[in-house]
């Protein structure tokens, strides 16, 4: 940067408890030493950020609930950079960003390992009937316990809705069970699925051969709703789904009647259509699906991991350098990044 003012740095309040301490280790203190960088905790608790409060940043680190939306970068010509602490970056407008030359970037790296574990998880508890198990021994059922016969993964078929970052980590850390793994992805080649022990194949495949279906993919316009009524209806009685990407990927209410009916035979579910579920959500009363509260992922790796990967993207700007993980590099085209190179100390 040039001058002598600070590069000035908002974090939204979900990355701090009410006494101003950090919620989790996020790796703040890499920005505390930083002396050519100032920050402080944007002031809103609105879940939408308010355009002025965000006034007189250069950079703001975004961590859910913080939507960024036109409205929130209407008439701002000093924010550059928008660092969403995650993957997803479903709450926030792009091509708003994209037209005011404002870059954002996410965490894939730091999310990764977290989330394919979640999604491993998944198939163990659902496979070994945990849930069912952990409730009969509550409460003292252990005559009942013949009637849930657990599920062996060897040979049975996984599937994959999505095979970019979080879906290939899901293909390498399931091998040991010895399944078939095989995936959709409209932008993957059969050479990189094939890397990571996968074979290409069609999403109706994937739904009907699968014994456990993964949603890894990323909600996007073409992905709302992708797992319709019809699609659920093409997986086997005995076939489970995953969900650990976002809720709106699924028809939420067609895929709860379908575990209603058992046309399918159970379900793990991290993400919803809306968050939080409400109380009465009918979900809520099902034996045969798994909640958790869009948290399944949370560990302390992956919150420092996260963080650090933000705070470095706010540090390359600074630094006049451009940062890892941008999102969508149609922001670059605006003049503000002329002449801004990966590598480059010349802001």
């Given at each position: 940067?040039?001058?002598?003012?600070?590069?000035?740095?908002?974090?939204?309040?979900?990355?701090?408890?009410?006494?101003?301490?950090?919620?989790?280790?996020?790796?703040?203190?890499?920005?505390?030493?930083?002396?050519?960088?100032?920050?402080?905790?944007?002031?809103?608790?609105?879940?939408?950020?308010?355009?002025?409060?965000?006034?007189?940043?250069?950079?703001?680190?975004?961590?859910?609930?913080?939507?960024?939306?036109?409205?929130?970068?209407?008439?701002?010509?000093?924010?550059?950079?928008?660092?969403?602490?995650?993957?997803?970056?479903?709450?926030?407008?792009?091509?708003?960003?994209?037209?005011?030359?404002?870059?954002?970037?996410?965490?894939?790296?730091?999310?990764?390992?977290?989330?394919?574990?979640?999604?491993?998880?998944?198939?163990?508890?659902?496979?070994?009937?945990?849930?069912?198990?952990?409730?009969?021994?509550?409460?003292?059922?252990?005559?009942?316990?013949?009637?849930?016969?657990?599920?062996?993964?060897?040979?049975?078929?996984?599937?994959?809705?999505?095979?970019?970052?979080?879906?290939?980590?899901?293909?390498?850390?399931?091998?040991?069970?010895?399944?078939?793994?095989?995936?959709?992805?409209?932008?993957?080649?059969?050479?990189q699925a094939a890397s990571v022990?996968?074979?290409?194949?069609?999403?109706?495949?994937?739904?009907?051969?699968?014994d456990f279906v993964v949603i890894?993919?990323?909600?996007?316009?073409?992905?709302?709703?992708?797992?319709?009524?019809?699609?659920?209806?093409?997986?086997?009685?005995?076939?489970?789904?995953?969900?650990?990407?976002?809720?709106?990927?699924?028809?939420?209410?067609?895929?709860?009647?379908?575990?209603?009916?058992?046309?399918?035979?159970?379900?793990?579910?991290?993400?919803?259509?809306?968050?939080?579920?409400?109380?009465?959500?009918?979900?809520?009363?099902?034996?045969?699906?798994?909640?958790?509260?869009?948290?399944?992922?949370?560990?302390?790796?992956?919150?420092?991991?996260?963080?650090?990967?933000?705070?470095?993207?706010?540090?390359?700007?600074?630094?006049?350098?451009?940062?890892?993980?941008?999102?969508?590099?149609?922001?670059?085209?605006?003049?503000?990044?002329?002449?801004?190179?990966?590598?480059?100390?010349?802001?």
């Open positions: 940067m040039s001058g002598t003012e600070p590069f000035r740095v908002g974090l939204t309040r979900s990355l701090f408890h009410a006494d101003g301490t950090p919620a989790f280790d996020f790796g703040l203190e890499v920005l505390e030493a930083r002396s050519d960088i100032a920050w402080e905790v944007i002031p809103t608790d609105e879940t939408e950020l308010p355009a002025a409060a965000l006034a007189g940043y250069d950079a703001i680190i975004v961590e859910l609930p913080g939507d960024v939306t036109a409205r929130s970068v209407e008439g701002n010509d000093r924010l550059r950079l928008v660092a969403r602490v995650g993957v997803g970056y479903d709450s926030v407008d792009v091509p708003a960003l994209d037209a005011r030359g404002i870059l954002l970037t996410n965490t894939p790296d730091g999310v990764r390992r977290s989330m394919a574990t979640a999604a491993v998880t998944f198939v163990l508890m659902l496979s070994q009937h945990v849930t069912q198990r952990d409730r009969l021994s509550h409460e003292g059922r252990w005559a009942d316990r013949g009637g849930y016969v657990g599920i062996g993964l060897t040979g049975r078929v996984l599937g994959l809705v999505g095979l970019g970052n979080i879906g290939r980590e899901v293909a390498r850390l399931i091998a040991p069970w010895d399944m078939e793994v095989i995936a959709s992805d409209p932008y993957v080649t059969p050479e022990g996968c074979t290409l194949t069609s999403l109706d495949e994937v739904l009907s051969r699968s890894t993919c990323a909600l996007v316009p073409e992905t709302y709703r992708l797992i319709s009524a019809e699609r659920i209806g093409r997986m086997k009685e005995s076939a489970f789904l995953i969900n650990i990407a976002r809720g709106p990927i699924v028809d939420q209410a067609a895929l709860t009647q379908a575990l209603i009916d058992r046309r399918i035979a159970g379900a793990g579910l991290d993400v919803f259509e809306d968050e939080p579920m409400a109380p009465d959500d009918p979900l809520m009363g099902l034996d045969n699906v798994v909640l958790t509260a869009h948290s399944i992922g949370w560990t302390d790796q992956c919150f420092r991991d996260c963080g650090l990967s933000a705070i470095e993207s706010v540090i390359s700007v600074a630094e006049g350098r451009l940062p890892a993980t941008i999102v969508d590099r149609a922001a670059l085209a605006h003049p503000r990044w002329a002449g801004w190179k990966e590598g480059s100390t010349d802001g």
